[in-house]
């Protein structure tokens, strides 16, 4: 997947890569390898379409490695075409945590090009600290119809999450770590009342209320409906999900077998309604988006 930035809007102009029967962006192509990501960001030197590599002249990558040049395999070569030398792309840098050692590049944004020849497609907005968000329609858990401006006065942590996803270290990654936030709000009841967390479905047709209630249920550990006081899970009707992915810069792809590739994307909007911050990917922690939410909330 490539987009590309038009100051703060991404072209989605190839396909988005994440869970699809067994691949998710920011996986490799099969299951079976566990990855870990890291973020990205540098100037594209060269490609090679012989091995589906792309050289990036990139930054330090907390926690991995200084910056340096080097190649590096990207997940779906068929997109190296849409490189140039001279681009400033971020990207997902997915490293292999089994006995391959495999490293990928993924998910890869150009942030300024250095040949200008692109012609959008699709424009994606990528949040940014102050954006307003726009009061989307949802229906929840329960069968009911709900807005994002009604939790006006609250810290909102948004997600996208569809049930079927098949990998462990994705959707179901993202839940269990919104459901460790849950439990941490829970221990203060003044910023619990200031909070409100959100997971959004992208798959209307098979993510039902009820199917919704059920996922929620495993992850908060009852169906009760005061279970989901503060914690709703949602979807969208199919009209109103592709603004609502735009905006929140999640690429969204279904194929003919039914099954989704699609990227993470979490946001924290303030009690005034507009964007705090926005997480891409997974590589977030727990104690980060509390430390902000409980700001955010103050």
Partial sequence: MIRR???????????CSGCHAGKQSQQTQTATPSYKVYRLRG??????PTTGEVTVAHEAIPGFMDAMTMPYKLKDPSILSELHP???????????????????LDHIVVVAQGKPDYKPTSLYHVPEAGDAVPDFALRNQDGRAIHVAQFRGKALLITFIYTRCPLPNFCPLVTHDFAVIE?????????????????????????????LRAYGATYIGSDQPEAFAHWSFAVPERKN??????????????????????????????????????????????????????????
């Fill in 5 to 15: 930035l038009i100051p703060a809007i991404g072209l989605f102009c190839v396909l």
């Fill in 43 to 48: 100037k594209v030197v060269a490609g090679n």
């Fill in 86 to 104: 001279g681009d400033v792309i971020t990207a997902d840098l997915l490293v292999s945590q089994d006995a391959d050692a495999d490293v990928l």
């Fill in 183 to 211: 439990r941490e709000l829970a221990r203060d009841p003044a910023l619990l009342k200031k909070t409100h967390l959100f997971c959004i479905s992208f798959d209307p047709e098979h993510d039902t209320p009820a199917r």
């Fill in 241 to 298: 999900l592709d603004t609502l992915a735009k905006y929140f810069d999640v690429g969204i792809t279904t194929d003919a077998n039914g099954s989704i590739t699609h990227t993470l994307s979490t946001t924290l909007i303030g009690r005034d309604g507009k964007v705090v911050r926005f997480y891409p990917g997974n590589e977030w922690t727990t104690d980060q988006v509390l430390a902000d939410l409980k700001q955010a909330a103050s």
